[in-house]
């Protein structure tokens, strides 16, 4: 353990060096299993993922199944007071992801006089493969006049872009942006919610909850291990999703290189963020040959049209007795595919979410999609732009908000979240 | 199976009648660990809890973990539209708690040509203790005006109250009332959307959702073989509650007994919901011994101020070298407790949810209180009139949505929710 994990007090006491997992966040996982009729194959999902490595947790990490992320704006002026807080934030994060209670004093230990310095509705809870990921924001190097504001303009990097408009987008300017962007995963969603309520008490002064959003069900595998899941239109989504054994292709698609720069960018990744409001009623009225043909995908198996199984290699070329496409120009696997955006893919690791109703009697639901790159101008941008123009989905799909981090290489122990940015 | 289960695809191909948990509810669940430091008890939480019985399922069933909870108002005007859609749901509702698709075609197997009979996004889910739990508001029998909406204004129970305002009360009507609620837990947050959303698709033209609420981690035990979770404010809730093995109690105060009537709600209960915001960033800055305080209870251990254990009685008589009492006379332990209700206990069965945030840099975050009782008029109304007027937590919490429903006995296999109600 890191001298900021000894400092916390085991939420159970039974998380000690010896329960850290590897570097590269194998740590156990629920796998759910498929439609075919196979038994679920629950593994241990209660264990740690390491917090320090060479990139930072929660990117591979095979994705847990519930969310909590949050973006925050920065209220404090001064510099010092940033760098302050991430120094906090990182040594809360390191205890709170071992499964620890922060703090010297804990949730219940504390003097009677003081606030505990943890809020305790994780305890009694294990560590539950938390990971707690940073990103910074455009913003927080330049304001909106384009202001310094912390002495970090010059270091803001070229491919953290200011995302330019998508047609349709229909973006809620308070569900998007954000100084800092926090993404806490983990397989109990109390765990989630507690690493990010304690973060913002920490920031309290420093920084304040710009938006915050809850999801519940991971809607793609990061790992080969992982089955893959279902969105709320039913299909399996993500199946050609980058996944953590493509360890070349990571280099080339997810990770910052040192030719890239800047130089605290090397091992990190961007993220982008996008709330994406589907409009189910409409979509549970269409027949299931119209959905099969905007996705391009079988409902049931997963698999390409024209093809038996999920991971079969999607043919483009393939054609029906009548001669038209099996897999439709303006379906969803050919728009997004490689093959149609010059070989950029994505690590996506988004999120189903219900948030009540609309006040028109339907529900608020969608798919809180998170995607990290090396370059967003090669990647999530020309993709996007491409779906944006042509893909039929749009017709059950809203773009509501919006959200690009720089998300740094990963923390060693004495280090903190973007030290490298600020020395 | 019930003609119903069997007319429905089974999502896994697993789940057959020998796959039913007994009428109680006493399937599989997990045990979170307590605070002691014991290892978590996972039991199997995927199998399917039975949905016919004397009662109905969802209340004491040992509490899952996630909630999504709804209420929809009646947009149809004539009382056969209504019974059509209650036959409907019901039918839909025992596949899905036994873990099948619901209708001939299920999600994925229908004619290409219409919509499929299932949304498809629980597929390869197992049924993991999905119950869904259906309750009458007193709109669904008389409108704004008086009216008589389905002739059935004759058949609301006394019991059925317009709940008065308590003091503090800040309702939102757009989180408050609703012709009929449903109440939908499951250990797997997919399933418990997927059976809301069903519900909503199927009931398009017949009902509106009026709104809808996630809940993401249980507050109260309804089994003493489960451990007490802890609530946002960090604390342990629900100790004391009403828990299925206390036969005897449950039928003095959770149960509609035949000389109560009406007739049709015999073997029902009465559920009262409340959307609870909690401050928690002021709670956060609260002392531990002041928390304490309010609350009653060692922040750490659960036990009576005074006490070790959790499970001690409380001794409200106790008194600190000084001469106060140990348990401050407007803790909340006190004010809610039977002894100060002239016997008075309810079945609490709520979730802590989290919203996103609120604008103003905060959380919207809280308890969504769920109380099932005989009857409200001696049991909610009563205590919570005097926590309205006494308990020192109000100065952290705030009431921001309600409902009254009277949720009818169990349904039998042939029968269809509220049959009796219309017959």
Not at 15 to 40: D, I, K, L, N, Q
Not at 262 to 279: E, F, N, Q
Request: glycine letters at 12%.
């Amino acid at each position: 353990m890191t001298s900021e994990s000894s400092k916390g007090i085991s939420r159970r006491g039974l998380f000690g060096a010896a329960g850290a997992a590897v570097a590269t966040g194998v740590a156990g996982y629920v796998v759910h299993s498929a439609v075919s009729g196979e038994e679920s194959q629950a593994a241990d999902n209660t264990g740690p993922v390491e917090f320090h490595g060479p990139h930072q947790a929660g990117i591979v990490t095979p994705a847990q199944d519930r969310l909590h992320f949050a973006t925050f704006d920065v209220t404090a002026t001064k510099r010092e007071a940033v760098i302050a807080l991430l120094k906090e934030w990182t040594a809360a994060a390191a205890l709170m992801t071992a499964g620890r209670d922060i703090g010297q004093y804990g949730a219940v230990n504390g003097p009677g006089e003081a606030p505990p310095e943890d809020t305790g509705e994780a305890v009694g809870l294990p560590p539950a493969r938390l990971t707690i990921t940073i990103g910074f924001g455009p913003s927080f190097f330049v304001d909106a006049q384009g202001n310094d504001r912390f002495g970090i303009k010059a270091k803001r990097p070229a491919a953290l872009v200011d995302l330019p408009h998508f047609i349709g987008d229909d973006l809620d300017p308070n569900r998007s942006g954000g100084d800092i962007a926090v993404q806490a995963c983990s397989d109990d969603p109390q765990v989630a919610v507690h690493a990010i309520r304690n973060l913002a008490r920490i920031g309290f002064g420093t920084v304040a909850v710009r938006y915050s959003q809850l999801g519940f069900g991971r809607t793609s595998s990061t790992s080969r291990a992982q089955s893959t899941p279902r969105n709320l239109f039913g299909f399996k989504d993500g199946t050609a999703n980058l996944k953590l054994e493509d360890t070349d292709k990571l280099e080339q698609q997810l990770w910052v290189q040192p030719e890239d720069g800047p130089d605290w960018m090397v091992g990190g990744s961007y993220l982008v963020s996008r709330r994406i409001r589907m409009t189910i009623e409409i979509w549970d009225r269409t027949s299931l040959g119209e959905q099969e043909q905007i996705i391009g995908r079988g409902k049931g198996t997963g698999a390409p049209l024209g093809k038996a199984d999920e991971f079969d290699a999607v043919d483009f070329n393939a054609k029906t007795s009548d001669g038209s496409l099996k897999v439709p120009a303006d379906s969803h696997v050919r728009l997004a595919h490689p093959q149609f955006n010059k070989g950029a893919e994505l690590l996506r690791r988004g999120y189903n979410f219900v948030d009540g109703s609309d006040g028109l009697g339907r529900l608020d639901a969608g798919l809180f999609f998170l995607a990290y790159q090396r370059d967003p101008r090669k990647q999530f941008v020309p993709i996007q732009q491409q779906l944006a123009r042509a893909d039929k989905l749009n017709e059950y799909i809203r773009h509501v908000g919006s959200g690009i981090f720089a998300c740094p290489g990963g923390v060693t122990p004495g280090s903190y979240w973007g030290e490298k940015l600020f020395t």
